[in-house]
Nanobody
């Protein structure tokens, strides 16, 4: 069973930055990966995705502020988040975009002054 471990979240002021990491217990070679988030009382939403060839796609709400990347050798996916806004507050998760594995615990991101 593949395990996902997200880390790097925290409390940050508006306009600040965070870099999230996701480590996968199995290989991510050939796996289309994505980051999602879920705010309190909201459904989980797709934030960014990255193909095996590192082509990226972003939701309109984060485009230009977030950057997804991957390291196939390390089995890791990253999310660089800049110019953070209060509405970015959520628990962030990574997963296999096409065939989701069991979800990890996620990492809490709180943007507040």
């Amino acid at each position: 069973q593949v395990q996902l471990v997200e880390s790097g979240g925290g409390l940050v002021q508006p306009g600040g930055s965070l870099r999230l990491s996701c480590t996968v217990s199995g290989t991510i070679f050939g796996i289309y990966m994505a980051w999602y988030r879920q705010a309190p009382g909201e459904q989980r939403e797709l934030v960014a995705r990255i193909t095996t060839g590192s082509t990226t796609n972003y939701s309109d709400s984060v485009k230009g502020r977030f950057t997804i990347s991957r390291d196939n050798v390390k089995g890791a996916v990253y999310l660089q988040m800049d110019s953070l806004k209060p509405e970015d507050t959520a628990v962030y998760y990574c997963n296999n975009y096409r065939s989701p594995w069991y979800w990890g615990q996620g990492t809490q991101v709180t943007v507040s002054s």
